[in-house]
């Protein structure tokens, strides 16, 4: 209530997301993720910033993507991408800018779209997708993950499987994809 009123804009309709990954890309930005942080937001990789705007651009066609930004007056302060496939949709990433860091616009829009999650129908679950350690104070179940890859048998499937094998054998024992604090 100190900075003023809060409004949260969704993007769903095919010809919309484009704009509302534009938002989110500006909001990304200005996280610890932007330019002057570690450089990996989206603004600062134009392949991964094609590779959101292509998949927002297949899953909208068929109703099953979305963007949600909250909006402090005229400036988004938080933004959210998701997807959904079948009864669940899947939280791909989530910013906030951190100008605004002291009321968490992220949680605040987090918040607010499991709310709507949980009176939609037809959606039996929200998942978080890659289990980031500050979900553990929402208290969300952990499902394990399981990968598997399959190789062609062609000279380049097999050099990729060796490929593979290599850096599996480099990283050592245990599965470096699980993310600390996941119980």
């Known amino acids: 209530a100190r900075h003023g009123a809060l409004e949260r804009a969704t993007f769903r309709r095919a010809g919309d997301l484009a704009e509302g990954l534009d938002r989110y890309v500006r909001v990304e930005a200005a996280s610890w993720k932007g330019p002057r942080g570690e450089g990996t937001s989206l603004s600062c990789l134009p392949r991964e910033r094609a590779f959101y705007r292509s998949l927002l651009a297949g899953f909208g066609r068929t109703g099953d993507a979305r963007v949600d930004v909250l909006m402090l007056r005229d400036r988004a302060v938080a933004a959210l991408i998701a997807l959904q496939t079948g009864g669940v949709w899947n939280v791909l990433k989530i910013g906030y800018d ?37 979900a553990v104070r929402w208290h969300m179940s952990w499902e394990p993950t399981y990968q598997v890859k399959v190789f062609n048998t062609s000279l380049w499937g097999r050099m990729l499987e060796a490929r593979h094998a290599v850096r599996r054998a480099v990283a050592g024992p245990g599965d470096p994809a699980t993310p600390a604090g996941v119980p």
């Open 98 to 134: 951190e100008a605004f860091a002291d009321v968490g616009p992220g949680n605040l829009l987090l918040k607010a779209f499991l709310e709507e999650m949980e009176r939609a129908p037809g959606i039996q679950e929200v998942s978080l997708v890659t289990a980031p350690p500050w």
